[in-house]
């Protein structure tokens, strides 16, 4: 079997047809910022295709149910950074590659566990092996998401100061 093939095959369903996470467990503990920063985030004037445009895209990539705000600033996401296999030099060779790698990333928010998660996407990949594949690990940080109250005294000193006149 054509490692790529495996590896691509894999990748590619890391995400279903509306952009939400695969992996078991994977938003175990997810939750929502309360509605007042909801009701603060809409009350901003973001325009995504503004904001997308800059960089040559006009629909949000993460997943569909959610504002493009709430994708980048309350939603945990699983990106590919990147993949390698096989012959890459100038021209082409037809020799079927003996390995595939490919770095993949989570951001995670509060409330995740990031070993939990760690396991849960090792178990995912394994579990989807062709029989004569095998994958390997190699571990790359895992530190879970902070999040602060809003009434927490930092937020209310850069109230004070952003407000005074």
Same mark, same amino acid.
């Given at each position: 079997?054509?490692?790529?093939?495996?590896?691509? *095959?894999?990748?590619?369903? +890391?995400?279903?047809?509306?952009?939400?996470?695969?992996v078991p467990g994977f938003y175990d503990g997810v939750g929502m910022p309360p509605e007042e920063v909801l !009701?603060?985030?809409?009350?901003l004037g973001f325009r995504s295709e503004?904001?997308?445009?800059?960089?040559?895209?006009?629909? #949000?990539?993460?997943?569909?149910?959610?504002?493009?705000?709430?994708?980048?600033?309350?939603r945990p996401t699983a990106e590919i950074n990147g993949i390698e296999a096989g012959y890459t030099?100038?021209?082409?060779?037809?020799? +079927? #590659?003996?390995?595939?790698?490919?770095?993949?990333?989570?951001r995670l928010v509060a409330g995740q566990d990031p070993h939990r998660l760690r396991t849960a996407f090792r178990d995912?990949?394994?579990?989807? +092996? #062709?029989?004569?594949?095998?994958?390997?690990?190699? #571990?790359h940080g895992a530190d879970p998401a902070a999040a602060m109250r809003l009434d927490h005294p930092a937020f209310e000193a850069? *109230?004070?100061?952003?407000?005074? !006149?």
């Open positions: 079997m054509n490692p790529a093939r495996v590896l691509t *095959r894999i990748l590619g369903r +890391l995400h279903d047809e509306t952009g939400r996470v695969t !009701e603060n985030w809409r009350g503004a904001f997308l445009g800059d960089v040559g895209l006009s629909i #949000p990539a993460g997943e569909a149910a959610y504002s493009a705000l709430e994708q980048l600033w309350a030099g100038a021209g082409f060779k037809t020799v +079927l #590659p003996s390995v595939a790698r490919a770095k993949v990333s989570f995912w990949v394994i579990a989807q +092996l #062709p029989a004569d594949c095998r994958a390997t690990f190699a #571990p850069a *109230r004070a100061v952003l407000t005074e !006149e």
